[in-house]
């Protein structure tokens, strides 16, 4: 049912191979710089990631993730420039906006029984709508206090790094170690089973979605703070890199088999592969060709090694 | 999920959640008395400004010069403006030119999200006996040759802009110097026209483009990509971003990086989170193309049209140069 960590030892292994080849390519590649630059960047695509994992692992899907990260930040920055909010306070109400919006696409999606691709898809246009409006289209600069987030902290690396890489720990924790994990993961084994067994599936459902909710309402706070800006178009199409961190990393789609470990390692490998080919100057149209072959490569490698074998 | 709901759901995906786009139509203030309406009558022409990205600041300024244009000139015209949801989307915009040609409007002013595709379906309201003024991008000039459609064109031109703002640029570095361009869309012809300027004033200035590539006229794109620039080429002197919300994530990559005063960073656009980084120095300068005049200069090209039934020429808008010094005026 769980993946133990010796089987993200090929994942592991992919990195380093990525890495090697862009060593080899690249001069400046293999340098403390290119490193503390990615993990600085992190922050916002793993707290997304980590809430799309636990929706697949119940089987779910949540398309509404870049909006809602998007609304978040914007949000945060009219509470800041209009509403002229300290920044707890500004910071608060963006996060909680995100809590809002993924508990509000639990209960339309569990209550009324619908399939969450379609209630997240109608979510991602209504939130970055919302966003749009609040923002009237404009990227908003911020400066002041909000950098200060996101500046250098230890060894280097922002605090949001250091928080986050807590928060995936703590999340591997709850997923592997508590009973609500271990619900989660029956639940998207087998639904009707899982009920039938006594688990609360409904009000799970609905925290999951609340969860994902909240973290990317996060990421959103520390995308205004890495770029001092609020970006209307913060998080588009960032749901589909989250998707494909999640399968990367081994989460499978149809639910009940997955780790939080995994979805960082997949989010690293495309966070690699984006500054990798970047500081080789390659062009647009073949960046994307490539992304596309590894994220496609790296679910046939997990294909591969789970065929011949029953899944419980 | 199921796998019947999946299907289900690419099915919808793959139809593109296809609604028919609703005109917003302005309404006209509140303020005239019923007589003056009645008397600026039920015969005033309408004009249908089609605009590209309604998310994207340019032409969310542009709706509104549009619609103060129409307030000091309500007798004379009434504006339908529409835009799209994404800048991409050529089919949406094909859609609305339909509609329009469906509601017999006078003229229509157009921003086309693509120099080619547009152009037959713009051929077909000149046909139907619509004025049509191509603003903002231009249409390809063989596919207008080709479809015989006639339509002035009113707009900036984005290599000269660009050009302004890297001349500038030139004269802060010396010969022998390294930059690297931050394009936009690789697809949009003003990504591509911008991207030009900006080499073209390198090459007259002999500093050397060390990198070029695309980050989608986002913020957060153009952070990563700039960093990663940034390392390779630890030796840049400047970045040239094709818009300003790249602009605004070269700054903070050049922030990040601590060489903050040592790379300048050039934008284009003018927004107005810009101009305070451009009043303290960290982006050097940006272009203003007066998005909320062009679409007004449009109207005042098809209404021209309207009364001397007669083609005018292509009109070039200005285009200026911001820097910390223009901003103080």
Redesign the interface.
Known sequence: MKRSLVELGGLVAAMALLIAVFAWR?P??L?P??FL?IA??LPEALLVAVGMTFVVLI???DLSVGSVLGLASAVLGVALLRGHLPLPLAALLGASTGLLVGLLTGLVTVRLKL????VT?GMLEAA?GAT?LLT??????L?GPV?KL?E?GLGGLTPPFWWVLSAVILAQGVLSRTVFGRNLYAIGGSEQTAFLSGVPVARLKITVFAIAGALAGLGGLF?AA????A??????GMELSAIAAVVIGGTSL??GRGSVLGTALGVLVLAIL???L????????LKRLLTGGVIVLAVVLDRLRYSGRIEE | ??RS??V??AL??AAG?NQPPQPTTSPTTGTLSDAAVAKAGANRPQIALVMKS????F??TMEEGAKKHEQVNEDKYKLISNGIKDEQDIAKQQQLIEQMIGQKVAAIVVAPADSKALVPVCQKAAAAGIVVVNIDNRFDADVMKEKQLTAPFVGPDNRKGAKLAGDFLATKLKPGDKVAIIEGA?TAFNAQQRKAGFEDAMKQAGLVVA????A?????QA???A???L??H?DIKALLCAN??MA??A??AV???GKTGQVLVVGFDN????Q??IKSGAVLCTVDQHGDQLAAFGIDYALEMLQKKATPTDKETPVDLITAETLKK
């Open positions: 690249s400046t590649f340098t710089t290119t630059t600085n960047q089987g779910g899907i399939p969450s691709f379609i898809l970055r749009y009237e289209s404009r990227t908003q600069y400066g950098e996101a250098g995308n890495r770029l001092s800006s970006d209307p178009n913060a998080g588009v149809t639910g984006g500054n990798g970047a500081q080789l100057g390659v062009q647009e149209p | 999920m199921k709901t999946f289900a759901a919808l995906l959640c309604l998310a994207n600041e032409f969310k690789p990198d070029s590539q695309s989608n006229w986002e913020t957060d952070n990563k990509i960093a990663a620039m390392t390779a630890p300003d919300s605004l994530g700054v903070a922030k990040a990086a927004i107005g989170a810009v305070e980084l």
